[in-house]
């Protein structure tokens, strides 16, 4: 009879130590971690506005059935399942889905990963009433391709929340000289400077891809507080975007 079970204890325990890197606060993911409270912030504050939801209640968000694209280790999908969303976190990176995975079931979190893209979950027909696109846009080839998308794994009336970072010399020397070449925060190279989306620009491109941008902030760094906070006004280097598809 052959044998059904086919787990690797060894390489479970890789994927522990990956999942313990991805949730340390002082390793290498520090600076999303930093971020985090920020960006959930702005997040579950246009989802409530949007859906008419209490934040102050135990599971706002259920009923809800809500994508996080681009997920890595699942710091966006876990919150959003704490607060009674159905989750589904998507990654083209194949090796973070594991992780995530080991993440969310030593919380005891129902999260369903997979190592897929935007453009093959609107080929299966998947639909959802929140899209969670945060720090992926300056990342792929085609941004108006991909937040079309987006767009179509949309339900009409469902909202996506889009952050990238501003092209500019303060973005570059914040994001690149600095985060990556001074700080150490990210690995050399983690960001293309040509590749960076000013707001207008992204603006422009969530209206080609269908969708209405109905809001846009700005996160910012503050070296003394070594903390971040929204803005109203100050997009010059991280922002974010909110926006509807038409019902």
């Given at each position: ?44 504050s246009?989802?409530?506005a ?13 009923g ?19 607060l ?18 080991v ?15 935007a ?19 300056e ?8 937040l ?25 020397a914040?994001?690149?000289?600095g ?17 960076f ?39 010059s ?11």
């Amino acid at each position: 009879m052959a044998n059904l079970n086919t787990i690797d204890a060894s390489e479970i325990e890789k994927f522990q130590a990956m999942a313990a890197e991805w949730w340390d606060p002082d390793g290498k993911f520090k600076p999303l971690h930093m971020l985090n409270p920020c960006r959930l912030s702005y997040i579950t504050s246009q989802i409530a506005a949007e859906f008419g939801r209490d934040l102050t209640t135990p599971h706002p968000f259920k009923g809800l059935r809500i994508l996080d694209i681009g997920c890595g280790g699942g710091l966006l999908s876990e919150p959003m399942a704490r607060l009674g969303a159905t989750v589904v976190g998507a990654d083209a990176a194949e090796r973070n889905i594991p992780v995530a995975r080991v993440h969310a079931e030593q919380q005891g979190l129902d999260i369903d990963y997979r190592h897929t893209s935007a453009e093959a979950l609107v080929e299966a027909g998947e639909t959802f009433d929140a899209v969670l696109n945060m720090e992926v846009v300056e990342h792929v080839s085609d941004p108006l391709a991909f937040l079309s998308a987006c767009h179509d794994l949309l339900k009409p009336g469902g909202l996506m929340t889009c952050s990238t970072i501003n092209r500019n010399a303060k973005s570059y020397a914040m994001a690149i000289i600095g985060a990556e070449h001074i700080m150490r925060w990210l690995p050399k190279g983690t960001h293309e400077w040509s590749k960076f989306i000013t707001p207008d620009e992204l603006y422009e491109l969530l209206s080609k891809a269908g969708l209405d941008p109905v809001d846009r902030k700005g996160f910012v760094f503050n070296p003394i507080s070594w903390s971040w906070r929204l803005s109203e006004r100050d997009l010059s280097v991280n922002y974010v975007t909110a926006s509807v598809r038409p019902s």
